[in-house]
Every structure is written in C-alpha cells, then in structure tokens.
C-alpha cells in the first residue's frame, strides 16, 4: 500500500457498484446483515475521492459468525481496529468505538462491521 493518496473526479458509477456490493453482502450475510450502507467520500454524489467504496453492515453483535461468509466473497479481515474516539469525548466507553473491518483489493472495498445503535454506527 502506497502513502499517497490518489483523489479522483466523482464517479456516477460508484452508486452503482456500491449496489452491486450491497446485494451481494445480503445475499451472503443473510439476517445478520441489519442494513448495509453506502459511507464514505465515494458516498456523497459530486465529491472528488479516493477511488474506494467504503461500506458499513450494520450487525446485532460483532460475535455473530460472520467472518468466513465475508471470506467466501474475497475480503480479508484486519485485526484490532477500532474508530477514532472524538476530540473531547472522554465519556465513551471502548466497546461504543469497536468494529471489525474488512478489505478487499481487486476493487478496492473498505468494509465496517459495526453494531446498532452504537456511537460509530450512526450514519452523519
């Protein structure tokens, strides 16, 4: 992975390909996928971004067996990631910062496993 950051114009395909990526989440997570959601730069229509389709599923517990179903789709898991705790936002307890984060390369996806109605889940 490089440490530049290459921004690119606003794509119209990226609503689509993240169509594409949500239905076969669904398919594959099942119930365990209470909602999958569009995030990220790449989300918000005009806006020049990285060319990386960031993704947030939206789980009952990050215990559910989820890992080798995101597996049988290509995405490899990386361990021991949390979000960043706001500025000034001493009151929250780890596990409202926790999820499991998944990638994958070849189209490069990011994607969020977070927990409803958690702190980091909601969407802004």
Do not use: C
């Not at 990226?14 to 990220?40: M, S």
């Not at 361990?79 to 706001?86: E, G």
């Not at 780890?94 to 994958?104: A, G, P, Q, V």
Request: aromatic share 8%; no cysteine; proline share 6%.
């Amino acid at each position: 992975m490089s440490d530049t950051i290459e921004m690119t114009p606003y794509s119209s395909r990226w609503p689509e390909e993240f169509k594409e990526i949500a239905a076969r989440l669904e398919a594959v997570l099942g119930n365990y996928a209470l909602a999958v959601d569009h995030i990220g730069s790449t989300s918000v229509p005009g806006m020049p971004a990285k060319d990386v389709i960031d993704v947030q599923v939206t789980v009952a517990s990050l215990e559910q067996p989820i890992q080798p179903l995101l597996e049988q789709l290509g995405y490899e898991r990386k361990y021991h990631l949390a979000d960043h705790r706001p500025p000034g936002r001493t009151d929250l307890a780890e596990t409202e910062l926790e999820k499991h984060f998944y990638f994958k390369q070849q189209r490069r996806i990011n994607l969020h496993v977070r927990v409803a109605g958690r702190f980091n889940q909601y969407l802004t």
